[in-house]
């Protein structure tokens, strides 16, 4: 098969990661298979730079000691990866089960919200039944969904209903349309899992993250339970283990890959085949989550015009990938910095939020709205407003933290003139495709002074810093930018 | 999530149409197709989100099978009262949270209908699929458009100004789903504008006018770049018209920043009052959907005056009640219907957790001078018989019944062009 292009590599690292520099493209012009696994087989590629800028910009030894470990910590800490990791897609998968098993600060101890986003990144890639059953019986779901609170005689049916509506099976078969499941299969399966309990570290622990889960016999109800339709004295693993081979879970999971790294799914009957197709990989398998994403990312449904920007932009993708792709330097800063108030350090977590996405706290146990989701007036207008924060951006402080852009970054793209400038910084941004009415304007645009004269264009310091930041703004606020 | 198509961006090729004007949406150049809503009548939309436990909001406290179906949660007659120590009873069946002190002052008044019993065929307990089921007012949940984006497709293009907005949240909430509206969603008005670096404030009309340019072309509109775009467009023209309309807002009422419902309602007093073209406002408060700690429980026993709902409750109840007084100070009260709806009511039966399950019905809310105040609607039977297999009651009152008496006696519509059917008049407008 052919090497990929530089647009198809473009294309691979948005998705798999958080796009990158032209160099790191370039990295990825190779065959569809070896470029995929590049980036998948992520185990077998070096971390230790990043690791050494966590370890000396994070202290969470002592979850106790708020001032180092509180959600703005832990928000700093998620971006701090996203941005300097070699694994990018280990980052992107573990975003994804965030979202597929979304769970929140709102409710759920931040200690917890972090146990749970190492368990997500440690079963990333691993059998979807794994996967399921470590999240099930971590300290955060059971407080999310109330199992901690379930018990023989009265559950709770919170967890057996999202269980089944949003993480495994969806409420309709998302090919055949049949009802998944019933009220009746909610109420028996809520009993599967009564008694689910954990408990956490002895005083004299040194590991203040040791949460272990057990389940306490005599909450636990132990008689016949009747799911779809079997009786048994079925427990709560024994319906992981069940849902977990159901095609419908098969096929729910296909769909929200899709919908996350190609394109969201219709319910046309050519979808439907292309659910099928990849679900069988996902049943031959074993449920391994490795191969399914694999046989996703080599496809010619990832790679063909329909994927192509075919997602909208997260506001995770729009921040990392912008700072990524323009070479911006990210200056996380010191220990603790998160929780001073001091917005230039935590302000990527901040600003995610004001796009719509903020980290460990996602609004409601379906996750975040994906594509259309992140559309809406006072979003974009804040997208527009991260665009402008990181132009704004200028000091030649190596130590400051914060986000920003030096001039002479900006001058190694700025061309002799305004048309191959503009041309530049499209390629570098995306390449962001547009029409060339555009492309003029934004050409007009760098040649214009402030009375609205049309005054011709000098790669100059003075102009650099004033048109060339506006040009990178004004790139980020078109319409083409907000396309993954 | 609407269905999408296929992209056309490539390099271009999507752009279609080139030259045709954009609908001026909600900032209007056309004329309105239809009559409109009578010129000065609002609807306030508010959005209690997650379940909102009905039988704990307008309580049937002689019913023996709401005391046994709820030994931790129930309310009995003496606890019905408020922190003025008021009795919150509004009949000899029914009183309202202890919580809810002011809306039993707005009841005593004559302004609130409150109707029971309220659901839908066929319920669904799936938080999100129930939503769009009230959302779109079509019972299968699959419809991409909102009722009120129904209504604004139909009645408010071509109006002038700001017909409509959600306010403080950051969604744009499924109701408002339209056609060819873009009803904006403003989460905060300081945020609400376009920056660009402040360093060159002499460089700030050319940014905006090359992003006009870009943001006028036009798309096909059932893409990604359609929707983006469009909504990009009318984003910047209002944020520009929010930014000198909001400024000339005073008033003696002070929202409290702690109740983000108040934070809202603060928000649709600043339009309501300086932008005179709203029409609809939208705004919601979540946190309703309690499985867990429903009421507190501190050593184990039930604390009822303390939970989250009681705090809920107290924050909607305070906010509206704050919310009127703003309106009457500034002589809309009697242009104003406010209506608050939540996807589902909670189960008669109580869980282990201090909390309630997913139920079917509830009760819906209808506040304002035009309203005729009472209760409508019946008390569903919690006898065992009348539950259905999960235990929870049936409906009497269709959630569109409600929609369709707003759309035709306040808002000037025909409610079957928007709802697709006739619903009967519930009477809580003259």
Redesign the interface.
């Known amino acids: 098969m052919a090497i990929l292009t530089y647009e198809e590599a473009a294309h691979l690292l948005r998705r798999m990661g958080f796009a990158g520099s032209p160099s790191q493209i370039e990295e990825l012009s190779k065959e569809r298979g070896s470029a995929v696994d590049s980036l998948l087989n992520y185990n077998q590629i070096d971390n230790s730079a990043m690791q050494s800028l966590l370890d000396r910009s994070f202290d969470f030894s002592n979850p106790d000691e708020f001032p180092k470990f509180n959600r703005a910590e832990l928000q700093r800490w998620w971006f701090t990866r996203m941005v300097y990791t070699s694994r990018p897609f280990e980052e992107k998968m573990t975003l994804f089960w965030h979202n597929h098993f979304a769970t929140a600060a709102s409710k759920v101890p931040e200690i917890f919200m972090f146990i749970q986003n190492q368990t997500l990144r440690t079963h990333a890639l691993d059998r979807f039944d794994s996967l399921l059953a470590a999240v099930a019986k971590d300290p955060a779901m059971l407080i999310w969904?109330?199992g901690i609170?379930?018990?023989r005689?009265?559950?709770?049916?919170?967890w057996a209903?999202e269980l089944q509506?949003l993480f495994t099976m969806g409420?309709q078969d998302a090919v055949s349309g049949a009802t998944s499941y019933t009220?009746?299969d909610?109420?028996e399966i809520a009993r599967c899992f009564t008694g689910w309990k954990f408990f956490g570290p002895s005083r004299t622990d040194p590991n203040r993250f040791n949460y272990q889960f057990f389940i306490n016999p005599g909450e636990f109800d132990s008689t016949a339970k009747t799911v779809y339709g079997q009786t048994a004295n079925f427990s709560g693993d024994d319906i992981i283990g069940i849902i977990s081979a159901r095609r419908a879970t098969a096929r729910f999971l296909v769909k929200k890959f899709f919908e996350f790294f190609v394109?969201?799914l219709?319910s046309t009957a050519a979808d439907k085949a292309t659910i099928e197709k990849f679900a069988d990989v996902y049943i031959a398998s074993n449920h391994s989550i490795r191969e399914v994403l694999r046989a996703i990312f080599v496809s010619d449904e990832f790679f063909g015009?329909?994927s192509?920007?075919?997602?909208?932009k997260s506001p995770v993708e729009l921040i990392v990938g912008s700072i990524r792709m323009l070479g911006a330097r990210y200056n996380p800063g010191a220990i603790g910095r998160g929780d001073r108030g001091d917005q230039v350090s935590y302000i990527l977590g901040g600003f995610s939020a004001?796009l719509?996405q903020e980290l460990f706290n996602p609004?409601?146990?379906?996750g975040w709205?994906?594509?259309?989701?992140w559309?809406?007036?006072?979003?974009?207008?804040?997208r527009?407003?991260y665009a402008?924060f990181q132009?704004?951006g200028r000091t030649r402080d190596l130590n400051a933290p914060g986000v920003w852009v030096a001039n002479d970054q900006l001058r190694a793209y700025t061309k002799a003139n305004a048309k191959k400038t503009v041309q530049k910084f499209l390629t570098l941004l995306g390449p962001v495709?547009?029409?060339?009415?555009?492309v003029r304007?934004?050409r007009?645009?760098l040649q214009?002074d402030?009375r609205?004269n049309l005054v011709g264009f000098t790669n100059d310091d003075p102009t650099i810093?004033?048109?060339v930041?506006?040009l990178v703004?004004?790139i980020m606020?078109?319409?083409?930018f907000?396309?993954n | 999530?609407?269905?999408?198509r296929?992209?056309f961006?490539?390099?271009?090729a999507g752009?279609v149409t080139?030259g045709v004007v954009m609908p001026r949406i909600w900032l209007g150049e056309a004329r309105a197709q239809s009559g409109g809503p009578p010129a000065d009548h609002r609807l306030l939309v508010i959005q209690l989100?997650?379940g909102n436990d009905g039988f704990n909001t307008l309580i049937p406290y002689t019913d023996s099978r709401y005391h046994a179906l709820r030994p931790m949660l129930a309310f009995t007659e003496p606890e019905l009262h408020d922190a003025q120590g008021r009795s919150t009873l509004i009949s000899d069946q029914f009183g309202l949270h202890p919580a809810m002190g002011k809306i039993k002052n707005l009841y005593d008044q004559g302004n609130v209908a409150i109707v029971q019993g309220v659901g839908y065929p066929n319920p669904?307990?799936?938080?999100?699929?129930s939503m769009d089921i009230w959302h779109t007012a079509d019972v299968s949940g699959l419809a991409r458009k909102g009722w009120l984006g129904k209504y604004a497709d139909l009645a408010l293009i071509g109006s002038p100004g700001l017909p409509a907005a959600a306010l403080g949240g950051?969604?744009?909430p499924k109701s408002f789903n339209a056609e060819t509206a873009?009803i904006?969603?403003?989460?905060n008005f300081q945020?609400?504008?376009?920056?660009?670096?402040?360093?060159?404030p002499?460089?700030y009309?050319?940014?905006i006018n090359?992003?006009n340019?870009?943001?006028s072309?036009t798309?096909q509109t059932d893409t990604?770049?359609g929707?983006?775009?469009k909504?990009?467009f009318?984003?910047?023209r209002?944020?520009q018209l929010v930014q000198r309309a909001v400024s000339g807002y005073t008033s003696s009422v002070v929202y409290p920043d702690f109740n983000p419902l108040a934070v809202a309602l603060k928000m649709a007093a600043q339009i309501m009052v300086t932008m005179p073209e709203a029409r609809l406002i939208y705004v919601q408060m979540?946190g309703f959907?309690h499985?867990?700690d429903q009421v507190a429980h501190p050593n184990g026993q039930p604390s009822k005056l303390t939970g989250q709902h009681s705090v809920l409750l107290n924050w909607f109840s305070e906010a509206v009640n704050l919310f009127h007084v703003d309106m009457t100070e500034h002589g809309l009260a009697d242009k104003l219907v406010m209506m608050q709806w939540s996807e589902f009511g909670r189960r008669p039966g109580?869980?282990?957790?201090f909390?309630t399950?997913?139920g079917t019905v509830g009760s819906m809310f209808l506040i304002g001078n035009p309203v005729k105040g009472g209760i409508y609607g019946n008390h569903p039977s919690l006898a065992a018989t009348q539950l259905d297999?999960?235990g929870n009651p049936r409906f009497s009152v269709d959630f569109r019944e409600v929609y369709a008496t707003i759309l035709d006696r306040w808002l000037g519509a025909d409610s079957r062009a928007v709802l697709g059917a006739t619903y009967p008049d519930v009477g809580f407008l003259a």
Do not use: W
């Open positions: 969904l109330d609170t379930s018990v005689g009265r559950p709770n049916e919170n209903r509506e409420i009220e009746f909610v109420q394109y969201p219709d015009e329909r192509r920007f075919g997602l909208v004001l719509g609004a409601d146990v379906s709205k994906l594509n259309l989701g559309i809406n007036t006072s979003l974009l207008l804040n527009f407003t402008a132009i704004i495709e547009t029409d060339g009415k555009t304007q934004l007009d645009y214009t402030d609205g810093d004033k048109k930041r506006g703004h004004l606020c078109l319409s083409e907000q396309l | 999530m609407p269905t999408t296929r992209q961006i490539k390099r271009g752009l080139v989100a997650g669904n307990l799936s938080h999100f699929l950051g969604e744009l873009v904006p969603n403003i989460i945020l609400f504008n376009f920056i660009a670096d402040p360093s060159y002499g460089d009309n050319n940014q090359t992003f340019a870009s943001a072309r798309f990604f770049m929707s983006i775009n909504t990009a009318e984003s910047v209002g944020a979540g959907d499985h867990s109580e869980n282990a957790s909390g399950d997913h297999a999960a």
